[in-house]
């Protein structure tokens, strides 16, 4: 199954999405800061058969709004929300990884009559950072840009399955390679974040969860045991070896873990 391009206006921002269509019910994907919709292609093509599946390009990113002048997480769930009501995705399930996950938490804490289930992929309620923009503005001014091949970039942003799902967000101009966002939109797009913590938010979701980690330490233990703390009934997991990027490197297992929680959520409301 291949996917077509769905393009959302919301303020005047244009934002793209590749609907791999499919049945009901609906499944939404979000990637992560500096991602793409593209990121989550092996775990769309795995789902699809047996759901409505739709990635987004979250704002700045992809094929979306470059330069978007609203960067705040309410402008993130806001277009989440616009996409939901233009494609008819009814209480779909939102499935996120890193700052994709904090979207969906807050789309699901603010709107839970729009959300069916949540799952957190790498992703939680974090703490107030203050050390992100420097961290995040230096890692992206790592980036030897322009990458002269595509095989240098896989190589330069991972290797493997990683830097391959990377460098698929990369757009060729000139015969070399060049992200699809802005770094000052990247650094932007955190700040709520450097000033705050959003456990009130975590505590406001009412759906089913799943909480997906991998063993980065993006996600510290604490703040997982938290979680489930503040919430019991979230379930969660661990994957071995894996790191923060667990939806590129192990999408079988990924996938075996989010059938498994639709297949319990389709029980539960049959049951209900």
């Known amino acids: 199954m291949t996917w077509s391009e769905r393009t959302v206006v919301r303020d005047g921002v244009r934002i793209s999405c590749r609907d791999w269509g499919g049945a009901e019910p609906p499944v939404v994907l979000l990637h992560g800061l500096a991602g793409h919709a593209g990121e989550w292609d092996a775990i769309a093509r795995r789902l699809s058969p047996r759901h409505r599946v739709v990635a987004i390009d979250q704002r700045g990113h992809g094929a979306s709004e470059r330069r978007p002048h609203d960067r705040s997480r309410a402008a993130y769930v806001a277009d989440v929300v616009a996409v939901l009501d233009r494609l008819d995705l009814r209480r779909p399930v939102l499935i996120g990884q890193s700052l994709g996950g904090h979207t969906a938490m807050l789309t699901a804490a ?15 309620p974090g703490r107030a950072s203050p050390e992100v923009p420097a ?35 990369l757009e060729e101009r000139d015969g070399a390679w060049w992200p699809r966002f802005d770094r000052e939109v990247m650094v932007d797009s955190l700040a709520e974040n450097v000033r705050r913590s959003f456990w009130n938010e975590w505590a406001d979701v009412t759906c089913p969860t799943l909480a997906v980690l991998g063993q980065s330490g993006i996600i510290a233990p604490e703040e997982c045991d938290s979680m489930l703390r503040q919430r019991p009934a979230t379930v969660s997991m661990s994957v071995p070896g894996t790191g923060h990027d667990l939806h590129l490197e192990r999408p079988a297992v ?3 873990a989010l059938e498994r929680f639709l297949r319990d959520l389709a029980a539960g409301a049959r049951l209900g």
Do not use: K, M, Q
């Open 254 to 256: 990924l996938h075996e």
């Open 135 to 169: 961290e995040i503005g230096g890692w992206l001014d790592s980036w030897p840009v322009p990458f002269p091949s595509r095989e240098v970039a896989v190589e330069f942003l991972g290797g493997g399955p990683v830097g391959e799902g990377w460098a698929a967000g």
């Open 110 to 124: 603010a709107h839970p009559d729009l959300v069916r289930g949540l799952v957190l992929v790498e992703a939680g």
